[in-house]
């Protein structure tokens, strides 16, 4: 296993449509065992493979619903939210190619999901709480879609803005 770089906003790969997995092989596996390592080292709840510059359909995800027996970890490829309640949920998410800023969102409060597990089983899983945010948020950065998307546009903008600004003093110094 290995710890990748992360890719930061505003790096052009995480506004990209990632492409679906055709096949479940070591290589993807290794992928998704890499993200699980990159992740616990950032301390971060989830991370979706843009985040490490690879543009494919993969997530992975170290985080359950309180008074649940599932896994806490979750390996996924080509996941699909098949079902979403009607009634929201309001959180504050971070995400870690954007650092040290937060916001709060609204989104689905439960949602179903269908994905291929590291074996490249078709599995289904339901969710809440804080679990639904992840896989929502992971499953957004596979369309290139990140939380500022969900802030005002002016807190939006001001972020990108100064993320911006920080990249081009981190390459020219
Ligand atoms: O670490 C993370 N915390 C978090 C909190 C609320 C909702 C979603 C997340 S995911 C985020 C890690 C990340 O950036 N994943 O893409
Ligand atoms: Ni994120």
Redesign the pocket.
Known sequence: MTIRPLSILPAPVLRKLAEPVITVDDDIRQLMNDMLET?RH???????AP?IGVSLRV?V?D?SDEDDPEPMIWKMANPEIIAASDDTAR????????PGYRGE?TRPAAVEVKYLDEHGKQQQMQADG?LA??V???I??LNGKL?IDYLSRIKRDMIIRKMTKDARIDRDG
């Open positions: 992740m950032e301390q971060g709840l989830g991370l979706a985040q997530i995800m985080c959180m504050e998410e971070g995400c870690l190619s954007i969102v804080l945010a992840c929502q948020h992971e957004d950065h939380f």
